[in-house]
């Protein structure tokens, strides 16, 4: 993930008095197990062992880092003869476990590059059962890094089309599964290795069959916002053979300050849990001059993204996990007996929350917090103080919830035609010539120029298309296409429209935008700077709201930003 921009990849109700009780029914009936944790070390490249016995003895006793085999065979043997190539042994002595990344190639087969002649990718195969034939701490073999992506490829691999590189990386993955299942039958072998939820290429991984030479599904889904996660993963669950596959989250990270970071952690590993991911990977470990947030410094102080780390591995990994959201416009987990869970983690559209006596609120690093409101992007970890069960209802009340729609918060993977998502309170369509037509849900990754994970774009086209924070308008042969969101309402609603809409500066003449309340028109206006409008609706019963973005004269360049909101007022 390291060289990759994630810019360019994903081109009223007396709510702070009233506090409503929250049933049980908000919970998920079958409880899931939350995931262990691993963290992402260099040693391949650069042992730390200071470091490294400092991690161990905080508690970090599962790796994920590489022996580089170019280091290790010569002339036909494997010599483990340094620091770089060794450092199992001394994961072994503290009681800690690795998973071996197993991605470049050697000098000696097909010129360096990715194996793909039958040769090397025996050879390599051959190499993966040495290794873990001779370190016992090596309990998973993960084939392959962000094949998809293109950086960790190289030659003809790295030149083939997605459908093709699929291939290689399976005849691949096949060869070493065989060979580590024969020297060790218990140790799992992780396969497909895709940075991002990519339906073009996980969908061409299933289809060849590749859930047979795999215990677990790798991804790297730096591209997927976290309350879209569960969505994502349940639409990869819905490709052909890809049901019933494991998954594990073998890279995740932030690239920012620590601060936000710990928070990502938390959230993250919430919706890691509610999909069922087995385990997942915090990368890095310690500072790798890339800008993401790492959880020891050199020195082997842990960060406030350390601190994070270690309150999940301390008091949530392993345990049973349920949903703790009573709405679409919440999102949480409940860990710990599904009648008397011990931790709560809460975040989502602001609203007013009240605690009982003898409830302690965490932030992600640990520290108490004194919340007032639910956030956005900041959760809480509430927990009692005598560690007894904490209720939704009974220890932890939230005000009732006045949001009734939000474009990036519901935005959902409709099957097939349909053009609304049952979780969705938005209509969306594309409208062209009076008539409406389903925005249906694309893999992502198809071909380029789009998103590297699921989208909504028209049957035919990848124009005009739609994510949870961009739209792309479009004209076609029966002029300009618009994107409209529609919102119906059974019963008269006073609402509050928050919509805030920001072309690219580079929209060759802007958009347009029209609002109409059931057969009134509210406003119309054509946008080349940002718009942030805040205006009062009042919706019949059996009226609907429709915001419309469509192109100007041209739609070339008409990339636009965009969030609506409706809240009760």
């Keep these: 993930m390291r060289h990759i921009s994630l810019r360019a990849v994903r081109l009223g109700l007396?709510?702070?008095?009233?506090?409503?009780?929250?049933?049980?029914?908000?919970?998920?009936?079958?409880?899931?197990?939350?995931?262990?944790?691993?963290a992402a070390h260099n040693a391949g490249q650069g042992w730390l062992p200071r470091l490294t016995r400092t991690l161990v003895a905080d508690g970090v006793r599962d790796l994920r880092a590489g022996i580089y085999w170019r280091n290790v065979e010569r002339a036909g043997t494997y010599v483990f003869d340094d620091p770089t190539t060794t450092y199992p042994d001394a994961l072994s002595r503290a009681g800690a476990g690795m998973t071996l990344t197993l991605n470049a190639g050697h000098p000696e087969y097909d010129d360096g590059h990715t194996p793909h002649s039958a040769e090397a990718v025996a050879a390599m195969a051959a190499y993966a059962a040495?290794?873990?034939?001779?370190?016992?701490?090596?309990?998973?073999?993960?084939?392959?890094?962000?094949?998809?992506?293109?950086?960790?490829?190289?030659g003809p691999v790295h030149a083939a089309g997605i459908e093709a590189r699929a291939r290689?990386?399976?005849?691949?993955?096949?060869?070493?599964?065989?060979?580590?299942?024969?020297?060790?039958?218990?140790?799992?072998v992780l396969g497909g290795s895709a940075h991002s939820i990519s339906g073009r290429y996980l969908g061409d991984v299933f289809a060849r069959a590749g859930a047979e030479v795999m215990d677990a599904l790798a991804l790297h889904p730096y591209t997927t916002p976290i309350d879209l996660m569960q969505r994502e993963i349940a639409y990869l669950r819905r490709l052909p053979g890809a049901a019933d596959i494991a998954i594990e989250i073998t890279e995740f990270g932030y690239d920012g300050p620590e601060r936000p970071a710990a928070d990502h952690l938390l959230r993250s590993y919430?919706?890691?849990?509610?999909?069922?991911?087995?385990?997942?990977?915090?990368?890095?470990?310690?500072?790798?001059?890339?800008g993401y947030a790492p959880l020891y410094t050199e020195r082997g102080q842990r960060t406030q993204v350390g601190a994070a780390y270690h309150l999940v591995l301390s008091e949530l990994a392993g345990r049973p996990v349920r949903d703790a959201a009573d709405d679409a416009f919440t999102r949480g987990c409940a860990f710990g007996p599904s009648e008397a869970p011990t931790h709560i983690v809460l975040w989502g559209a602001p609203r007013a929350l009240s605690l009982a006596a003898g409830v302690l609120a965490r932030d992600a690093t640990g520290a108490p917090a004194t919340p007032t409101q639910l956030s956005p992007?900041?959760?809480?970890?509430?927990?009692?103080?005598?560690?007894?069960?904490?209720?939704?209802?009974?220890?932890?009340?939230?005000?009732?919830?006045?949001?009734?729609?939000?474009?990036?918060?519901?935005?959902?993977?409709?099957?097939?035609?349909?053009?609304?998502?049952?979780?969705?309170?938005f209509e969306r369509v594309l409208r062209t010539g009076g008539i409406d037509a389903p925005l249906v849900t694309r893999p992502g990754q198809e071909t380029d120029g789009v998103p590297w994970r699921p989208y909504r774009a028209s049957q035919e086209s990848t124009f005009p298309r739609l994510t949870e924070d961009y739209l792309m308008t479009a004209r076609g042969p029966r002029g300009p296409v618009d994107i409209v969101h529609r919102y119906h309402s059974d019963t008269a609603e006073a609402l509050l429209l928050d919509l805030r809409l920001d072309p690219w500066e580079g929209s060759s003449d802007g958009v347009t935008l029209s609002i109409r309340a059931g057969d009134r028109t509210l406003y119309t206006s054509k946008l080349t700077e940002p718009l942030q409008l805040r205006q009062p609706i009042d919706l019949a019963a059996g009226a609907a709201l429709e915001i419309a973005v469509g192109p100007g004269h041209s739609a070339e360049g008409d990339y636009v930003e965009y969030r609506i909101i409706l809240e009760a007022r």
């Excluded at 998920?28 to 262990?36: F, M, R, V």
């Design 130 to 154: 040495a290794a873990v034939r001779r370190f016992p701490a090596i309990h998973t073999v993960e084939v392959g890094n962000e094949v998809n992506a293109g950086n960790f490829v190289s």
């Design 168 to 188: 290689y990386h399976l005849a691949i993955l096949r060869a070493v599964y065989d060979a580590v299942k024969a020297e060790r039958p218990g140790v799992r």
């Design 270 to 290: 919430c919706a890691f849990a509610l999909s069922d991911v087995h385990k997942v990977t915090w990368y890095p470990l310690h500072p790798r001059g890339d």
């Design 377 to 425: 992007d900041v959760p809480i970890l509430l927990s009692r103080a005598d560690g007894g069960p904490v209720r939704l209802g009974e220890h932890v009340r939230l005000a009732p919830q006045t949001r009734r729609a939000d474009s990036a918060m519901q935005f959902d993977l409709p099957r097939d035609r349909e053009a609304r998502a049952p979780a969705d309170a």
């Design 14 to 38: 007396g709510a702070g008095l009233l506090l409503a009780t929250l049933s049980s029914a908000a919970f998920a009936e079958t409880a899931l197990t939350a995931p262990q944790l691993q």
